[in-house]
């Protein structure tokens, strides 16, 4: 599900006398239209494909209109290439400022699945503008911010862009401020803590929060998830929206997996009984049952039925992985031990090239290449740059980061991380860094049911580093006493304190924060969980 | 008669010719028609309006004051944005002073980073206002504007110099991979990231045809890569070169009709631009006998490419599994040892070797060999459980003297089989001392 569709789906275009949605591609429209609109986010290879679609009907002697429309963006490079096309004045261009994307209630998309490549992989700053004006607008709507912390480089430009803009637009506030501290994260030189799949998350570890696993498995995008045949017991794939509109799911959302079945059940039986309720019924009460209750619980029921489903397929699917030697490995590598057995288990997996977890243990660069394929030279390439993988030359072997390639595999897309990739870059420093944050709790049996803290989303072995730094910064107000930690995560870290004219009665309770990079859904559970704690509300848009 | 020429126009910009005829005062009714002029570096701005004088003894302001007054208030012939103007109007003075003609290089990268329209950079000429407009654009942190400025220079300059500016200013930290891709040959790489001949390299994706992406490759190949990279990349291409033979060879056996193994087993996908253990796994499935002097013979390909004893073997254990040919299978193992005899080894555990069996459905006569030879006793024991294999958990409970165990498992067992009168055999062995 694209942006768009939350915004305006078909039929609502078609009343705005729109005749066909086409996806861009490489090739000639067919169409009686007079006038095509182009809808694109401003890559320079979907600006080539139009302008040979529009020299192609220029050699047909077609006459048209067209447009186009960045979104949220319009780049030079991409006007330049218009222009040396010859094709810059047949087009009109123009540029929609679509900035946030509600995916929840406490959840906002900046909707910008190429802002962690373009930034930290290429080094291309273009998007920093971009997140700048997105604070700007949640300044506008929500009032000026207290308080701004930060860490990371980019983070920084980001601030400092949206420092410029106040200065250079009008701006209106209005009026009270009802976000009191904002919190800026970046994940570049956080090397300890990377990407996942589609941006960062946690070293190399397996989600097991349950919109974690669903996202795993079967891809969430845009707050939106499809289920196929095999999980809805139906003949058709449906296409369920996830948010907390979604009863069932808000309330197992968060749960470790080990919880969500026990859960389940026990919905299902309530369920059960409501519907019973109704056997004892007389006329008018079945009657108020019936336009009142009946179709909630109807909709519920189909939820119950459709999550079920889907913990089964994830269950199946996990345990065709063994998904608990996974997890076992991945847990003994977070505290140090055992390495030799995981890295034996490594091997295994990349042998048998099924996605492997990360480690930070020597292994041969080559054994990669050979099992995932030579595309993935660019891969390491890229991660060296990102400071992920270092080359250690010993005897024989290059000591360096592994990807969790799950997905690499199949795409073969090298230079593009959008694949699971994480890693510690300098294994002292992820050891010095989780000793002083205490990142991996020392409690020997860890109750899942009832969590003490925000290590349950990795089933009690971690706790993502940057819900850590945020609940150490919010809680002393500032970076002090934490110049350790800051230091080793590349410092760059900065706080402001703004002039809120008069914090609103709300404003205490909240935070926003911005993952630069994108965050996973782990790490939004343990977020959530540092809330419910805090008794503050976190409010969070990320970049994916 | 003010003529307000001078005081307030810096002339080193405009060049203001004003011309008026005036009425002399004695006369009492008479039109006034001035004629104002102005020149402006970029054009003529120039306005006619006519008076109507009413009476005589007034001294008569030029009413060209009024005019000069709107201009010098805003202080147009000045450079700098006029702080006294209200926030919205700074970009429109912008606006403005880019019409009228002269914006510095740090109000154009403010343009720019704004984003309201097009922005003429060709008045910066000479290559240090250049690099003062790339100075600011850097420090701005907007990536969209550092393009803008390098695409204009990269117009602007010959291409030696374009190499060479890089000498005189570092960017940091700033990759332009929009200019990379459309102007790949620049022979400066301002791409800070990947090397130059690593972006070369990742040019090989856009290149569909396997025939010119090996010929491609075969040119990469003599960058300046890395030691480790540069043998990676001939790899690459040793094996695109392998694969292409071996898929033309195949393909052409499997429609001729004349190869029983491509009917057996018709091939799913091409061979081409598979990873290595791929199409190692490719090789063993469908031309294990073939001898090594043959392309796609796996132990060919086990040599050139230097493939370690735990891949090869994992690849040619799965792909002899899903043909079912046990024989071959068990002969991966057996190696003879100088007396003679032949013992099983293996690089992998036992307990993967039985998993890849397993998913391979392979029946439980030979399952049982190799779950027989695990080391660990409990893992033999889950193994031999989920495979029922039988005996060896009831060899195992006897081994480990577990009494209740084997009773327990006597449940487990089809009645009246084998296994259960071994179980009651064994039960009531008196020799056997049970621990429990």
């Keep these: 599900m694209s942006p768009l569709d939350r915004i305006a789906n078909v039929s609502t275009l078609k009343q705005h006398e729109v005749d066909k949605l086409y996806k861009v591609e490489h090739k000639p429209i067919v169409s009686t239209a007079e006038q095509l609109c182009f809808l694109i986010r401003p890559r320079i290879q979907t600006v080539t494909w139009i302008c040979d679609l529009v020299n192609y009907d220029k050699a047909l002697g077609r006459v048209r209109r067209y447009k186009i429309i960045f979104t949220p963006q319009k780049f030079f490079a991409c ?89 250079t637009e009008e701006t209106r506030t209005k009026g009270d401020a009802q976000i009191e501290n904002v919190f800026i994260i970046d994940r570049e030189d956080d090397s300890v803590c990377l990407c996942d799949r589609r941006g960062p998350g946690d070293p190399f570890c397996s989600q097991v929060v349950y919109e974690g696993l669903v996202d795993d498995v079967f891809r969430i995008k845009c707050g939106c998830v499809e289920f196929s045949p095999d999980v809805t017991a139906s003949d058709k794939s449906v296409k369920v929206m996830l948010n907390s509109q979604d009863k069932v799911f808000s309330e197992i959302r968060n749960e ?31 009657k108020t049952f019936v336009s009142g209750e009946l179709k909630g619980l109807k909709q519920e029921h189909r939820l119950l039925s459709l999550h079920i489903g889907a913990s089964e397929a994830m269950m199946k699917r996990k345990t065709k992985q063994d998904f608990q030697e996974l997890l076992r490995t991945e847990h003994s590598m ?34 990669l290449q050979t099992s995932y394929g030579f595309d993935h030279l660019l891969t390491f390439s890229s991660l060296k740059t990102l400071g992920l993988v270092q080359e250690q030359q010993t005897a024989e072997t290059l000591s360096a980061m592994e990807t969790r390639v799950g997905r690499l595999v199949n795409d073969r897309t090298a230079g593009k991380l959008t694949e699971a990739i994480s890693s510690l870059a300098k294994k002292s420093n992820f050891r010095a860094l989780s000793r002083k944050l205490h990142l991996v709790p020392k409690v020997e049996d860890y109750d899942l049911h009832v969590p003490k803290d925000m290590a349950y989303v990795f089933s009690g072995a971690y706790v993502p580093l940057s819900c850590r730094l945020i609940e150490q910064v919010l809680d002393r107000e500032s970076w002090s006493g934490m110049e350790e930690v800051t230091r080793l ?36 559970a343990a977020l959530r969980f540092l809330a419910r704690e805090k008794g503050q509300m976190p409010f969070r848009p990320g970049t994916q | ?129 250049k690099l003062l407009l790339l100075d600011y654009a850097v420090s701005g942190n907007d990536g969209n504007t550092i393009t803008a400025v390098l695409i204009f220079m990269k117009r602007t300059l010959s291409k030696e110099l374009w190499g060479e500016w890089r000498t005189l200013r570092y960017v940091p930290e ?53 030691a480790e990279d540069a043998a990676l990349v001939q790899d690459h291409f040793t094996l695109l070169e392998r694969q292409i033979i071996i898929e033309a060879a195949d393909s052409q056996a499997e429609k001729s009709g004349k190869s029983n193994v491509f009917q057996k087993f018709p091939r799913k996908a091409s061979i081409l631009n598979m990873p290595l253990i791929t199409t190692l796994y490719y090789c063993v499935y469908y031309h294990y006998h073939e001898s090594e002097g043959s392309y796609s013979s796996p132990s060919n390909l086990r040599q050139t490419f230097k493939v370690s004893e735990k891949q090869f073997f994992t690849s040619a254990l799965s792909a002899l599994s899903k043909l079912k040919s046990w024989s071959e299978v068990d002969s991966l193992f057996s190696s003879k040892s100088w007396l003679g005899f032949s013992r ?7 307990g993967r070797v039985v998993d890849i069996l397993h998913k391979n459905s ?56 084998d296994e259960e009168r071994k179980i009651t055999d064994l039960l009531n062995n008196s020799q056997i001392r049970w621990k429990n």
């Design chain 1, 334 to 367: 977070l505290e140090g031990f055992e390495l030799r057995e995981c890295i034996s288990f490594i091997e295994d997996h990349i042998n048998r090239q099924v996605p492997a977890p990360l480690c930070s243990a020597p292994y041969r660069r080559r054994e």
């Design chain 2, 174 to 226: 700033t990759s332009q991979s929009h200019t990379a891709t459309l102007w790949c040959e620049s022979g400066c790489s301002l791409i800070g990231r990947l090397s130059p001949q690593l972006l070369q390299y990742k040019e090989h994706l856009n290149i569909s045809d396997e025939n010119k992406r090996r010929d491609f490759l075969k040119s990469c190949i003599s960058l300046p890569f890395s």
């Design chain 2, 344 to 350: 099983k080894k293996s690089p992998l555990s036992y």
């Design chain 2, 1 to 129: 008669m003010d003529t307000p020429s001078s005081t307030n126009i810096s002339t080193k910009l405009v060049s203001t010719k004003i011309s008026t005829s005036l009425v002399p005062t004695h006369i009492s009714t008479r039109l006034v028609s001035t004629h104002i002029s102005i020149y402006t570096s970029t054009g003529l701005v120039s306005t006619n309006f006519t008076t109507k004088l009413v009476s005589t003894n007034i001294s008569i302001r030029l009413v060209l004051t009024t005019i000069s007054i709107r201009l010098v208030s805003t202080n147009i012939f000045t450079r700098s944005v006029p702080t006294n103007l209200p926030v919205p109007f700074r970009l429109k003075w912008c606006v403005f002073q880019d019409f009228v003609g002269d914006l510095s290089p740090e109000e154009t990268v403010q343009r720019l980073s704004a984003r309201k329209g097009h922005v003429a950079m060709e008045r910066f000429r000479s290559l240090q206002d």
């Design chain 1, 256 to 286: 470790h997996f080990s919880n969500v079945f026990g859960f389940l059940s026990q919905k299902a039986r309530t369920l059960q009984t409501s519907y019973d309720k109704r056997r004892g019924m007389d006329i008018k009460q079945m």
């Design chain 1, 489 to 524: 995560l590349n410092g760059h870290e900065f706080n402001v304190t703004g002039s809120a004219s008069s914090p609103g009665a709300d404003s205490q309770r909240r935070v926003l924060v911005l993952f630069l990079g994108g965050c996973t859904f782990s790490e939004i």
């Design chain 2, 362 to 417: 392979a029946p439980s006569s030979v399952l049982v060999q190799y779950v027989a030879l695990v080391e660990d006793p409990e893992q033999r024991l889950a193994l031999a459980q989920k495979h029922k294999c039988h005996d060896i958990v009831i060899n195992t409970f006897r081994d480990m003297k577990d009494r209740q165990m084997l009773v327990q498992y006597r449940d487990k067992v089809e009645r009246g089989s």
């Design chain 1, 79 to 167: 006007e330049s290439v218009l222009e040396e096309r010859g094709v810059f004045g047949d087009v009109s261009c123009d540029q929609w400022d679509f900035n946030l994307l509600p995916v929840d209630d406490d959840i906002i998309s900046l909707e910008l699945p190429e802002f962690f490549t373009d930034t930290f992989l290429a080094g291309d700053q273009r998007w920093v503008r971009t997140v700048g004006s997105s604070l700007h607008l949640l300044h506008s709507l929500f009032g000026p911010f207290s308080k701004v912390y930060g860490i990371g480089r980019i983070a920084k430009m980001v601030y400092e862009s949206f420092r410029m803009q106040l200065q």
